[in-house]
C-alpha cells in the first residue's frame, strides 16, 4: 500500500462482488436501474452472503457513463441520480448487514466478530472510454490518434466530479487498457482535488505490459506518483499472469518510497 497511514485498505477482496453486475444486464436500459425490481434484486444480493466474503463493496456502473443515459433519453440529472443511486443500494446494504451482524453476535452467532476484524468499504467503479464505445477498445487499449489526454479528461469529467459526493469510500479505476487513460485520471483527480481514496486496476493480455503495449511499470508510475491514489491492482486479466504483474507493479512502489 501506498499510503498505509492515511488509508488501511491491504486487499482487494473482490469475491462475490460481480452478482449485482450481472443482475443489472438482465434489466434492460429503459428500465432504469431504480426501479424497484432491480432495487430488490441488487439489496438482497448484497445483503445475503456476499457481505461475508468481501471487505470492498463494488457499486458497478462500469459502463454506464453519464452519456449512456444522455443518449438513452435521460436528463443530465437523471443520469446523475443514477450514478449516485448506485452507490446508495450498496451503502444501504452495508448498514442492514451491519445491524444484522451487531444483532448475531449479541445473541451470539458470530458474525459481528467479522466486520469488528474487516470493516466493509464501499467502492464506486469508474470503467474506461473504452467501455463506453463497447467495440472491445477497452481491452485493446486502441482509441485512435484523435484521443488525447484532454479529450480524456473532458469525457471522465462530471462521472469524477458526482461520484466523490455520493457517500462511497473510494473510488476504483478499473480496467485501465492504456497510459494516457492514466495519465488522464491521474491530472484530474489532482486538478479537482478528489477527497476520497482512488485505485487504478490495469488489464493485460502479455503478462508483461497493460493490453495497448504501453509499459505496465510506466503506467504504474504514473499512479504512484499521484498522491490521491492508494492502491494500484490488475483486473480482467488471465489469472496465470497475476502474479507477475502484481510483483511488477511493486517494484515500482519500493523505487519511489524515500
Not at 449512456?68 to 448498514?95: N, Y
Not at 497475476?242 to 511488477?248: R, V
Request: proline share 4%.
Amino acid at each position: 500500500m501506498k499510503h498505509p497511514r492515511d488509508f488501511q485498505v491491504h486487499k482487494q477482496l473482490r469475491t462475490s462482488t460481480m452478482l449485482d453486475y450481472e443482475a443489472a444486464q438482465t434489466i434492460p436500459i429503459n428500465e432504469v436501474p431504480m426501479t424497484n425490481s432491480f432495487l430488490q434484486v441488487s439489496m438482497k444480493l448484497y445483503t445475503s452472503t456476499t457481505l461475508k466474503l468481501v471487505q470492498i463493496l463494488l457499486s458497478l456502473h462500469h459502463t454506464r457513463p453519464l452519456f449512456k443515459g444522455l443518449k438513452k433519453g435521460f436528463s443530465r440529472e437523471e443520469s446523475e441520480a443514477m450514478l449516485r443511486k448506485s452507490v446508495e443500494i450498496a451503502c444501504d446494504a452495508r448498514d442492514v448487514y451491519t445491524e444484522n451482524c451487531s444483532k448475531s453476535s449479541c445473541e451470539g452467532a458470530g458474525d459481528g466478530e467479522i466486520l469488528k476484524n474487516r470493516p466493509i468499504l464501499v467502492a464506486t467503479s469508474v470503467g474506461s472510454y473504452g467501455a463506453y464505445l463497447a467495440d472491445g477498445s477497452e481491452y485493446s487499449g486502441n482509441y485512435g490518434e484523435a484521443i488525447t489526454v484532454e479529450v480524456l479528461k473532458d469525457f471522465h469529467r462530471r462521472r469524477i466530479q458526482v461520484l466523490p459526493e455520493s457517500g462511497a469510500d473510494l473510488i476504483a479505476f478499473e480496467t485501465v487498457p492504456n497510459k494516457i487513460e492514466a495519465q488522464a485520471y491521474a491530472e484530474h483527480l489532482e486538478e479537482e482535488d478528489i477527497k476520497i481514496p482512488t485505485w487504478f486496476s490495469f488489464n493485460s493480455k502479455d503478462g508483461v505490459n497493460v493490453v495497448s503495449g504501453d509499459s505496465l511499470l510506466d503506467c504504474a508510475s504514473i499512479a504512484e506518483s499521484c498522491k490521491k491514489v492508494v492502491a494500484v491492482g490488475i483486473n480482467c486479466t488471465p489469472p496465470r499472469f497475476i502474479l507477475g504483474l502484481i510483483l511488477a507493479i511493486k517494484k515500482v512502489q519500493y523505487c519511489s518510497l524515500p
